[in-house]
């Protein structure tokens, strides 16, 4: 995805304030943590750790449990794919562009 | 491992459910045909096609194949194990000249070995479990709203029936721009995590459709779409010349 298509989601509504937990991309972090949650067999094994990168992309790193790697993928990446792009949107309340990494650990 | 075993018309079908179900890529999933469909004269297929399929066991494979975001990376690679590997060569079409009892399995291992290639496996979840409209409107509703919270929105969700078989989860509130994204990418996104929240949640043939909407997106969608049609009919009405939709 371009970050021309993130403006143009920006402009939708535009970011507001600072979110109300802590880190660089809060609500995004939320967000991530929450959707990855809902596709797992384990949520409790799901972690997000986060990157802060230069140029101001923040990178969200996801883990999960054993055998769940291919439930937050899924078939031909759709699941991943989707979870990227909301996860993006929820970045633009935190003001920062996310690139959203799923990590086998 | 579980095993989980499909049914569908043709045998790609059959397998695209079954990783509905075990929630992987084809790449991760261990397949085995047990039936394919039967094709009659002319064409006409008869009975159905049976796959069951698993999470295939994994091996200590590069982890960087993973991560790469290269599409092309998904290549056969897992499939090393011999014999059966034409079958995954998506035969989205029932191969014709089979005989009904030549259908056989043609097992396709991932590598390891499938110790139990015979029948269906005891803890197979079955997958005649019928999910009503409701049922799946219920997982979504619920997802929706959890989504909702973790996107920081103050949002009402509102149920209503579309047409016999298919409900709508209407998202209302202020500032949900976001949540539709350019082009309705997003709401898309959210679609489509929905529809496999439900999948995770119910496995089991689920009847109806529930679709979700954001701000009415879907619905202006729909009417502009009405609109241009109706325009493009009364211009040929008028000028009685063809015209392409």
């Known amino acids: ?105 | 491992m579980e095993w989980v075993e499909t049914t569908g018309k043709t045998v790609e079908e059959a397998k695209d459910l079954a990783l509905d179900q075990l929630g992987v890529d084809t790449q991760d999933a261990e397949f085995e045909v047990l039936e394919e469909p039967r094709t009659g004269l002319f064409g006409r297929v008869r009975g159905e096609a049976r796959v069951r399929a698993r999470v295939a066991p994994r091996q200590q494979r590069p982890r960087q194949d993973r991560s790469s975001r290269n599409k092309g990376s998904a290549a056969p690679k897992a499939f090393t194990g011999g014999g059966g590997t034409e079958a995954m060569a998506s035969t989205s079409r029932p191969r014709t000249g089979r005989r009904p009892g030549a259908a056989g399995s043609a097992t396709v291992a991932a590598a390891a070995p499938a110790p139990d290639t015979a029948g269906p496996a005891p803890g197979g979840r079955t997958v005649d479990e019928i999910v009503s409209v409701e049922a799946q409107a219920d997982i979504m509703e619920s997802f929706l709203e959890g989504l909702l919270d973790a996107f920081g929105a103050s949002a009402s969700v509102n149920r209503r029936a579309v047409d016999e078989e298919t409900l709508e989860l209407a998202v209302e509130g202020d500032d949900l721009g976001l949540l539709i994204g350019p082009k309705g990418q997003t709401l898309g996104a959210v679609q489509e995590l929905a529809r496999t929240v439900v999948q995770r949640r119910a496995a089991g043939t689920h009847e109806g459709r529930v679709r979700i909407d954001v701000s009415g997106y879907r619905q202006h969608r729909r009417e502009a779409l009405e609109r241009v049609t109706r325009q493009v009919a009364e211009e040929v009405h008028r000028s009685g010349a063809r015209k392409a939709l």
């Open chain 1, 1 to 105: 995805m371009s970050d021309a298509e993130e403006q143009v989601a920006g402009e939708q509504a535009p970011a507001e304030g600072a979110p109300s937990g802590s880190g660089p991309a809060a609500n995004a972090q939320a967000m991530l943590e929450y959707l990855a949650r809902a596709v797992v067999e384990d949520p409790d094994a799901v972690e997000v750790d986060v990157d802060e990168g230069r140029r101001g992309v923040v990178t969200l790193n996801v883990h999960v449990g054993d055998g769940d790697m291919g439930r937050v993928i899924g078939k031909r990446g759709r699941v991943a794919q989707s979870i990227r792009t909301v996860v993006r949107a929820a970045a633009v309340r935190d003001g920062v562009n996310v690139d959203v990494e799923f990590v086998d650990s």
